[in-house]
């Protein structure tokens, strides 16, 4: 198999980890990806191999799967990324592999990469590493040395749920352990690693998924936690997990690290997420007490609870009111409010915001789906 036909499968065969990485494809094995510092950056996102002596339940790539086989030599990937970072086609690397021999050779080879890569071909941009589940400590300190980024994926939230979709792979000792060496490699304030959920592969629930991610940002300076609902495989007999599940718990992500929610406040039911319902109208909807709210008084903790108001907008809010008495609805919508959402749950100066709404007491709540809209609203 030559070059270019080998990265059309491993590229295709990458797609399905996340880590890092948008679904926005750009060609054959390229995405985009954001940098710590915010700049959208294009990635070579590629498996090193796709031969793999594991059988997770979930992965296209397990052994027992009928598909065609390839792999890179760390000179032939190296040589490829840069024929591609040289015209401008990608900025970054992005590089997993299955494990076609035991976890440390899979795990040598991508090293080697990075290695001919930076050393070699003086490449000093952005790489992200996956770490092979099971590779020794000596590897995964050179993955920090060499990369910007690197990740383990978790895939379920413990140890019985991963034996049953990936009965190879030791939680403790694959998963967990990397991760607490990584963290005790990396400086408190880089956030050097990220991980991912494979959300209802193995009958998880969403509170446990939630749960083991705020741990895993405390204990581990976890950068950010990915979550990409299941797709069933040829061959098994697990069924497809909605893409809104997915959203759901992105937006309680987002709740819990940057609106000031605890995961006792969110609403569940039977441990998961209400699909028709956005988790934090969900939770103005459960707790009507707080509402209306004066914009013009409440502060900005106050502010971040209302639906259609985001960090930024309620942001802009405090800013605004220093100058003047918030009377209009059209001066939060300038902001980025989305004030169809966050009008019913407020007042400016003490009246209403729009003419002919429906009373608080009697609302007819709205089931908006989409997280963040961009501007600052969610």
């Not at 939770?283 to 971040?304: D, G, M």
Request: with cysteine; proline share 5%.
């Amino acid at each position: 198999m030559d070059t270019l036909a080998k990265l059309q499968l491993l590229g295709e065969s990458a797609k399905y980890d996340i880590c890092s990485a948008s679904a926005a494809p750009g060609g054959p094995g390229v995405c985009h990806s954001f940098t710590p510092d915010g700049r959208c950056i294009s990635l070579l996102r590629v498996l090193m191999s796709n031969q793999c002596v594991h059988n997770c339940s979930y992965c296209p790539n397990r052994s027992t799967n009928d598909c065609q086989r390839a792999e890179f030599s760390p000179e032939e990937l190296a040589g490829l990324f840069m024929q591609f970072y040289r015209r401008n086609y990608v900025s970054g690397l992005f590089l997993s592999s299955g494990v076609s021999g035991c976890a440390d050779a899979a795990m040598g080879n991508m090293l080697d990469t990075a290695q001919l890569l930076r050393q070699r071909h003086g490449f000093k941009g952005y790489i992200h590493l996956k770490l092979i589940p099971g590779c020794s400590s000596a590897h995964i300190d050179e993955a920090v040395r060499l990369a910007q980024r690197v990740s383990v994926n978790c895939e379920t939230p413990d140890g019985t749920s991963l034996g049953r979709v990936a009965p190879g792979k030791d939680y403790q000792n694959d998963i967990i352990n990397t991760m607490e060496r990584v963290r005790k490699l990396t400086d408190a304030a880089q956030g050097r690693q990220s991980t991912q959920f494979l959300v209802g592969a193995a009958g998880e629930a969403d509170r446990d998924i939630l749960a083991r991610s705020l741990e895993f940002y405390d204990r581990y300076n976890m950068l950010r936690v990915y979550f990409s609902a299941y797709v069933p495989l040829q061959g098994t007999v697990a069924q497809a997990v909605p893409l809104v599940r997915e959203q759901r718990l992105y937006q309680c992500d987002f709740l819990l690290r940057q609106y000031g929610f605890s995961l006792d406040e969110l609403v569940f039911d039977g441990g998961n997420l209400p699909l028709d319902e956005d988790p934090k109208q969900a939770w103005a909807r459960a707790n009507p007490q707080h509402f209306p709210l004066e914009v013009n008084k409440a502060s900005r903790e106050q502010l971040l609870r209302v639906p259609g108001i985001g960090p930024r907008s309620a942001s802009r809010i405090v800013a605004l009111r220093r100058q003047h008495r918030i009377t209009r609805i059209e001066e939060l919508k300038n902001i980025g409010v989305v004030v169809k959402r966050a009008a019913p749950h407020l007042l400016a100066a003490g009246r209403r915001l729009a003419r002919g709404e429906t009373p608080f007491k009697q609302l007819d709540w709205l089931n908006p789906a989409g997280m963040s809209d961009g501007k600052g609203g969610h």
